[in-house]
């Protein structure tokens, strides 16, 4: 479940119900970069495995691009290859080369949301309500599987194994996908999306550590509501937290949980911008922001937002950023 370097998540606007045509270019230049004849999207930056997240950002992009056939293959593969039909949830990580392609069997919640909500806009786009159905029937999934009370919160978990600890549970606050939940919000009426999306933004204004006052990959919230960076993985506001500000500003682009990350960017300038900062000891990345996590720090930065390059330089994480930067402003 540890996304690696480059290999992080993403998603698509909220009400989002227009073809986007000025993107089509990009979409054709992402689909002959990643998607598989088979509908599989590779991670070009993680030895070319696949995984929930990518699925998900993908039949995002081929809603928005009104690509009903590339949205049919990416699903089929996704239903046939990775549905756990256990628990109605999806396992994580498919590699086409080892023994078991999907040798670790749990989920990530926010691949499983990103499926559902490509799937709920599919139906909205395509009126073909298989697809709200199936969505209908992941979101229960999660709210089964993923979702706790812990601490006072409703809080979605990154996965359904591994990450409650019983005196503190891990969370990766990457995976509030703000956006989702609000479509499904406003689907079902179901009280727990609210919830989420009012528990999630409390969490996100508390998290936050050393000079940058950004918050972490990944974080430990314990039983008395205090939070800290997880000791599991290194303190840094990196590939994983670059999603926050993404999703946040897709939700509510006046938010003031935007205001770290500006605030930390405006120090730097833009083509010096570190890739990630340690929060612990307030080290910078050696190497600065490219591709898209200038994306994204453009986007929540105010500054204006062309149509996407997908260039060679761009690896999957790089060029799914772009893309849902590109799509989180088409309202």
């Avoid at 998900?56 to 009104?66: R, T």
């Avoid at 891990?170 to 479509?183: D, G, L, R």
């Avoid at 960017?265 to 911008?273: A, E, G, L």
Wanted: with cysteine; net charge neutral; proline share 5%.
């Amino acid at each position: 479940m540890v996304k690696q370097l480059f290999a992080g998540a993403m998603v698509i606007a909220s009400l989002l119900c227009v073809p986007i045509v000025h993107a089509a270019g990009a979409w054709d230049s992402y689909k002959s970069r990643f998607l598989m004849a088979d509908g599989r999207i590779v991670d070009t930056g993680n030895n070319n495995v696949s995984h929930t997240e990518g699925q998900g950002f993908a039949m995002l992009m081929a809603v928005a691009n009104n690509d009903r056939a590339s949205f049919d293959s990416m699903w089929k593969w996704t239903e046939k290859n990775l549905k756990n039909n256990s628990n109605g949830l999806f396992y994580w990580r498919y590699n086409p080369v080892a023994p078991d392609p999907v040798a670790d069997k749990n989920n990530a919640s926010d691949g499983d949301v990103l499926i559902a909500w490509a799937l709920l806009k599919a139906d909205q786009r395509w009126h073909d309500p298989r697809y709200s159905a199936a969505s209908d029937a992941i979101a229960k999934a999660v709210v089964e599987h993923n979702v706790v009370n812990f601490a006072g919160y409703d809080v979605m978990m990154p996965g359904a194994n591994g990450f409650n600890r019983n005196s503190s549970v891990i969370v990766n606050p990457s995976y509030f996908i703000f956006p989702a939940w609000q479509a499904f919000a406003d689907r079902s009426h179901l009280v727990i999306w609210r919830n989420l999306i009012q528990d999630g933004q409390k969490l996100l204004g508390k998290m936050g550590w050393g000079d940058s006052k950004l918050p972490t990959d990944w974080v430990t919230l314990a039983a008395d509501g205090t939070m800290a960076p997880a000791k599991e993985w290194a303190p840094r506001s990196s590939y994983d937290a670059i999603r926050i500000p993404l999703y946040v500003s897709w939700y509510n682009a006046t938010s003031p949980l935007l205001t770290p990350w500006r605030a930390w960017w405006q120090k730097f300038d833009r083509n010096q911008t570190p890739a990630w900062v340690n929060v612990t000891t307030n080290e910078r990345a050696p190497y600065n922001m490219q591709g898209g996590l200038l994306a994204v720090r453009d986007l929540v930065s105010g500054q204006p937002q062309g149509e996407p390059q997908i260039t060679a330089q761009d690896d999957y994480y790089s060029a799914s950023l772009k893309m849902l930067v590109w799509i989180s402003q088409q309202r």
